[in-house]
């Protein structure tokens, strides 16, 4: 055999060896027949979140097969060809907290995790199934991760430092209703986020030349009381803070509404509830966002490095309707403003 085909030969030994030994590599990353399991975790039984929906579509954009059965307010298993959604969507944290534990026993590839109480439930349930959240507050403060750049353990995600967003929340209402001297904050004193949330509505409402009137809210039979024993004219409008939103808004906005008082919301569901407005992150693109945390960390990537990312898409959404009701014109330029204006 001549040198030149000796040569040939021996290349071509070494390249069938780099096949063979990659092939594997190649395999496992694509994990053919591989069902991925999803454990998706949600407190609020009265709705269902947009950005479950962006994160369906999400997770579809990238190529994860996770069915086109429409999500229920309650739980259910959702199967694909090659996902599995694991959609639990409960009443309370304590709820959360037996999920969170059953998503463990079940060995799920992921938990992604909606809003304070979901993720605190991941978090305590496990240490090492990656967590996505969204919908958080502050990371950090919360105990979630070590640092936004570098989260640390298994929890990472997207937060929307609502410190900043109750604040323009605020400014806009003043914008709004001009008139608001007078607010109603209502908050949970057990919330773990009630304090600080507070301090930050005190700084804003000072900048503003807006009262808070403050009031504590444990039980949700309470909310009657409180908006019984208001004085006439005391306040204008109503702003509500930390779970409460989660677990109270329904029933405040109706007692609001028969005061007609204005409510400051933080979601577009609100708004068709009968709030004056809502100011807050764009919930589907940050679903779509959790899809691609998701889809990292399922190619291999370590939740404790990949960086708590901020929320930058915002929407206002105005109810011109509950605005009439209540005698209160809004102006021609806040309605060009507003991305959607319910009539």
Request: charged share 20%; no cysteine; net charge positive.
């Amino acid at each position: 055999m001549s040198k030149g085909s000796d040569l040939i030969v021996r290349i071509g030994v070494v390249m069938t060896s780099l096949v063979l030994m990659t092939a594997p590599l190649v395999a496992k990353a694509q994990a053919p027949g591989r069902v991925y399991r999803l454990g998706v975790l949600h407190v609020g039984t009265d709705h269902i979140p947009p950005s479950v929906h962006g994160l369906q579509e999400g997770l579809a954009a990238l190529g994860y097969d996770v069915g086109r059965t429409p999500l229920p307010k309650g739980s259910a298993v959702i199967r694909g060809a090659n996902a599995q959604l694991d959609w639990r969507n409960v009443a309370d944290e304590a709820a959360a907290r037996t999920a969170a534990r059953q998503f463990t026993l079940d060995s799920v590839d992921i938990i992604v995790a909606f809003e304070d109480q979901a993720v605190r439930a991941s978090q305590a349930a496990t240490s090492k199934i990656p967590v996505v959240f969204l919908h958080v507050n502050a990371p950090v403060e919360e105990g979630f991760v070590r640092s936004l750049a570098r989260p640390g353990g298994n929890l990472t995600g997207l937060a929307e430092f609502r410190g900043e967003l109750l604040a323009k929340r605020l400014e806009m209402f003043k914008e709004l209703m001009p008139s608001l001297s007078g607010l109603l904050v209502l908050f949970d004193p057990d919330d773990p986020i009630a304090g600080t949330q507070r301090q930050e509505i005190q700084r804003a409402a000072a900048r503003l030349k807006i009262e808070p009137v403050e009031r504590s809210v444990i039980r949700l039979s309470e909310i009657d009381q409180v908006f019984a024993a208001l004085k006439p004219q005391e306040i204008q409008g109503v702003f509500v803070l930390g779970r409460l939103v989660t677990n109270a808004m329904l029933r405040i906005i109706p007692r609001a509404t028969e005061r007609r008082l204005a409510v400051a919301a933080q979601a577009r569901r609100l708004v068709s509830a009968g709030a004056l407005f809502s100011y807050g992150v764009d919930s589907f693109s940050t679903g779509r966002d959790a899809a691609r945390y998701a889809d990292k960390i399922l190619k291999g990537t370590s939740p404790a490095d990949l960086p708590i990312e901020q929320a930058t898409r915002f929407e206002l959404v105005i109810n011109r309707k509950v605005a009439t009701a209540i005698g209160l014109p809004i102006a021609p330029a806040l309605l060009q403003r507003a991305d959607t204006i319910i009539e």
